[in-house]
């Protein structure tokens, strides 16, 4: 089952490593990392995309949570959440693509950001899964460059991670 | 106002840390200075990286402190990293300085650079790079209490030598208190889950006990065996809790797991409920995890949440440090309106008796004892019985290992010291090393094998220097013992790589070289009496070199893959 690990950790040189290095050390997948520091300075916030069974991702809370730099986690995945992805998508649009490229954006509410004579450069957010029926709807032949942000994830209604 | 060096050492010394295992190099010369300029923190001088860090181990191991290293950037560094995995995987607490080139020098693949926190980032339990001479106390502090607390393991501090310039001084004081906000290890248990366990215990109709390094690491072992004996239910100990129960007790089932006694394997495997402290479930352990213990529930005390529900799923998780955990948990025992059954239990102790009488290794031997071979379990117990089953003994890593984890039955905790996580040859000596500095009135023993104790040999050499008496009990088989049982039992005899019999050292003279003693034992009749003589030299090093039977197994073995923990080889040729 596919989760979404959000970590709160010491904004320290070497942090992000250990918990990148704790997923290989350990076997465990990552499907999608972002990784910020938040308004105060010396927290960061990581989130992980990865798959696993109740088990694995068990394991893997509790071994972050070993992490001295890891102050705080939370499976967003356990509760009601938002999960949003950045899309940078770089497309060909000359003759009849381009209109229909443009009729796409709009269905997906996605911006256009960037325009040559044959090329559009296309924003778009939403949960993982609408960028990936963005891009199909596009076509691999029309893409050109792709760049995802990675998932950012919060929690719906009161819930904060937080100090 | 003192330079980053001083303050190192002064922050060492505010740690009452006594002695630091080390080796100089080029990046820590400004700490060597340091370490000149003072004289509250000795310095002692190995011959190798690798026995700094397993010398701060076996003193660790020994006295239940922090063990403390030193050693350079690049070299000196890596050279320490089968050390710091070997104490991390068995959880001993240990601070390793490494020194490292200047900050400006950082990532320009400078003369010794080697990025130390990143390369020592898997086997360790947290690591620091010194930034400012500044941060040196607090760093310091921190690791020290990280290293120690919780589940303890080893940190690495990384020193820039610019930061430990003698020629940049700061005012110096050390943090008296300290809080990590990311850092609170697990104190007491849930008291909830302390209760269930209690019934659950006092229900069982065939309870096991089953305790590893954590009672030892925890200082549980006394209230374990209080526990032990107020319910009188079986106990067993991992290679790493030997120990923790004293193993003369008629309670005691010997070691588990991988070559553990008939009895333990067989109990464990038919017991109805296990009361896990301070064992993590390894795979030597509980063979196939899929076959373990089929009809025991399972409470499994631990101070790291990550050990538990790991391999095997415990129905009572109880994240606590072992001694509260248990204090509480004989509270309520003395409490408790039930007890246990004592009809179900007196009828497992009959099975059990059953089981030690039909195969344990204690009731007769279950060796050969009639050839002219020395059969290197006679060397252990003969060793068992002239050190009056009181020395310190280190040991290193193969048959000579299982054969002392199962002849020599310790007292108490901290007697046994050896790598059961890592499984690292050329632990053995460069550990007793480490005990033998803690304690100058016991008997310090290493048994090891002629394969293990070439891995780091150049200790002989320390061992003089400070004029430590360890004696080395070496069980000769003239080949990879270990390596070479398996050959025989899954390679169809195939000895691969496993010989060097012609180009072994003469280890008399070697030991002569070195200015110690050397004793060959090649006659059975002789061992008894040269062991005598051995231990009678209480300030010479010794060195005694028992050619043994090299076709010898240990045994018993558990049978992989696919096999439960009833099932074993009992010899050769006969399996459970």
Redesign the interface.
């Known amino acids: 089952m596919r989760r979404i690990i959000s970590v709160l950790?010491?904004n320290e040189?070497?942090a992000l490593?250990?918990v990148v290095?704790l997923f290989s050390?350990r076997g465990y997948n990552i499907e999608t990392l972002t990784v910020a520091p938040t308004e105060d300075e010396t927290l960061s916030r990581l989130t992980v995309t990865t798959i696993g069974d109740d088990?694995k991702i068990?394991?893997i809370t509790?071994?972050l949570?070993?992490l001295?730099?890891?102050?705080k986690l939370v499976d967003l995945t356990e509760g009601q959440h938002i999960e949003r992805e950045l899309m940078l998508i770089k497309v060909k649009a000359s003759g009849a693509q381009r209109a229909e490229i443009k009729r796409c954006v709009d269905i997906f509410r996605g911006q256009i950001i960037d325009v040559t004579s044959t090329v559009y450069t296309i924003q778009i957010t939403g949960a993982s899964d609408k960028l990936d029926a963005f891009v199909q709807s596009v076509g691999d032949a029309a893409i050109l460059e792709v760049v995802r942000s990675g998932v950012s994830g919060i929690s719906r209604g009161e819930k904060v991670l937080s100090? | 106002m003192l330079s980053g060096g001083d303050m190192l050492i002064r922050s060492l010394q505010e740690e009452g840390v006594d002695l630091i295992f080390g080796y100089p190099g080029g990046a820590a010369l400004h700490i060597y200075d340091a370490i000149f300029r003072q004289d509250k923190v000795k310095h002692i001088l190995v011959r190798h990286e690798q026995s700094a860090t397993h010398a701060a181990d076996g003193y660790s191991r020994a006295t239940g402190r922090v063990g403390t290293v030193l050693v350079t950037s690049g070299p000196g560094a890596t050279n320490a990293i089968t050390g710091i995995a070997t104490a991390h995987m068995d959880s001993i607490p240990m601070v390793v300085i490494s020194g490292q080139v200047a900050t400006d020098k950082i990532g320009e693949d400078a003369f010794q650079e080697t990025d130390m926190?990143?390369v020592s980032?898997?086997i360790v339990?947290?690591?620091f790079?010194v930034k400012h001479a500044s941060e040196i106390p607090e760093i310091i502090k921190k690791a020290y209490h990280?290293a120690s607390t919780g589940r303890p393991g080893p940190v690495v501090v990384d020193v820039p030598k610019n930061t430990v310039d003698p020629m940049e001084t700061f005012p110096f004081e050390y943090p008296k208190k300290l809080k990590?906000?990311?850092?609170t290890p697990a104190a007491k248990g849930h008291s909830g889950q302390i209760k269930k366990a209690v019934s659950m215990l006092l229900k069982a109709k065939r309870p096991m006990i089953y305790a590893g390094g954590g009672v030892i690491q925890g200082e549980a072992s006394r209230l374990l065996t209080e526990l032990a004996q107020t319910l009188n239910y079986p106990v067993t100990n991992t290679l790493m809790g030997l120990g923790a129960y004293p193993g003369n007790d008629k309670q005691f089932l010997g070691m588990l797991g991988m070559h553990g006694t008939f009895e333990a394997n067989t109990a464990m495997h038919h017991c109805d409920l296990i009361l896990a402290v301070g064992a993590r479930f390894d795979d030597r352990v509980t063979n196939t995890t899929s076959k373990f213990c089929p009809n025991a529930k399972i409470i499994h005390i631990d101070i790291?949440?990550?050990s538990i529900?790991?391999t095997i799923t415990a129905d009572v998780p109880i994240v606590g440090s072992v001694d509260s955990v248990l204090s509480e948990m004989l509270d309520l025992l003395k409490e408790a309106k039930d007890t246990p059954d004592e009809a179900a239990l007196s009828d497992w102790w009959k099975q059990i008796s059953e089981w030690r009488e039909r195969h344990g290794l204690y009731t007769q031997p279950r060796y050969n004892t009639g050839g002219d071979m020395i059969m290197p379990q006679d060397v252990i117990k003969t060793l068992y019985e002239v050190t009056n089953g009181d020395a310190i003994v280190a040991s290193d890593v193969g048959q000579h290992q299982m054969f002392a984890a199962q002849y020599y039955p310790f007292k108490s905790p901290r007697q046994w010291i050896n790598s059961g996580g890592l499984g690292t040859m050329g632990f053995g000596l460069p550990a007793a090393m480490g005990a033998a500095f803690a304690f100058r009135d016991k008997d310090i023993v290493c048994v090891t094998g002629e394969g293990s104790i070439q891995m780091c040999i150049q200790e002989l050499s320390t061992l003089t220097q400070y004029g430590l008496p360890v004696k080395i009990i070496c069980l000769n088989n003239q080949a990879l013992g270990m390596v070479k049982q398996w050959q025989d039992m899954v390679y169809d005899s195939r000895y691969s790589e496993i010989h060097y019999e012609d180009s072994l050292p003469d280890f008399v003279k070697l030991m002569e070289a070195y200015g110690h003693v050397g004793i060959r034992v090649n006659k059975k009749e002789e061992l008894r009496e040269k062991m005598e003589e051995c231990f009678a030299m209480k300030d010479r090093v010794v060195f005694m070199d028992v050619y043994v039977d090299p076709t010898e197994h240990v045994y018993p073995m558990l049978v992989a893959p696919g096999g439960s923990m009833r099932d074993m080889w009992l010899s050769k040729t006969e399996r459970t």
């Open positions: 950790m010491e040189p070497g490593s250990r290095g050390q088990h068990e394991q509790k071994n949570n070993k001295i730099d890891v102050v100090l | 926190v990143g980032r898997p339990k947290h690591s790079m990280i990590i906000r990311s850092y790291d949440p990550a529900s790991k």
